[in-house]
């Protein structure tokens, strides 16, 4: 991916205190090739692009999560255009973070690690695809704060930036003082006025990353008991937390739960949003756990349980080829 970013909105090297070509240099360009029978395939395609970050001495690239999961086939391309297979190596469903392993020399440095706290909001940082200069762009950290996405999905604080990079998925997003505060993760809107919208990009801390990484590279997972899993996608409505869709062969298709379902209680415990949703559920237990949910339908309440599950039981395992 090269000239992505218009020249007058790069970062002026100059007007850093970093080397950025050495920096854009960990920075690689993620291709991969998912089955189309995969759980995931339907929602998120079976060719998928995006960027790596290169963060260990022999080629271990760190991204997110969506881009590779379920791959059977990766390939890691450098700035000077050397390609390399890679394997997936893990996938981590609390943070969204995945590491995938080159399988040859990329002959990259490695992009030192830094922290979120050390950029703080209204700070310049820079994010970058694969690609080199021209995939660069300057932004700036507008907010930190927590974020809920619809998959069942939780960030207590994710990072903010705008302008929003047009190649989000796995870029480097890189602080002031040139190392890696986190990585692309979504395009978001943000309000700018009661009837206008900003493009920004969420941003996953690489504070996440450090407590899981030993278990991540050792073991393909973090040593964590896995959360309960509903295959409930939900979103926020003014009139409280709705069910938007169903994962096909989910816990909650498989307890009759209907798109447009008002999800009122947990456990007999009402629902505020989206986050306590999922925070309620969650503190139930581990994936298996029975979770006894109140629903509205057409003005009816209705009781169930779903008996909840492991997501990555329903997930393709990475094979090394």
Known sequence: MSALIPPAIRPDPARLSFDLDRRLESVVSIRAQIPEDAFTAPMLGTQRQGSGVVIGERGLVLTIGYLVNEADQVWLTTTSGRVVQGHPLAYDFVTGFALVQAMGDLDCPVMPRGSADDAGVGSEIVIAAGGGIGSALRSRLIGKREFAGYWEYLLDEALFAMPAHPHWGGTAVIGPDGRLI??????????????????????????????????????????????????????????GVVVANLADGGPG?????EQGDLLVEVNEVPIGDLADFYRQVWSLGEAGVEVPLTLLRENKSIGTVIQSADRAAFMRRPRLH
């Open 182 to 239: 986190g990585i692309g993760s979504l395009l978001v809107q943000v309000g700018r006025d009661e009837k206008h919208t900003d493009d920004s990009n969420m941003v996953v801390p690489v504070d996440l990353l450090e407590p899981i990484l030993d278990d991540l590279v050792r073991h393909g997972a973090a040593d964590r008991p896995p959360r309960p899993w509903l295959g409930v996608y939900a979103a926020e409505t003014h009139g």
């Open 253 to 257: 298709e498989a307890a009759g739960l």
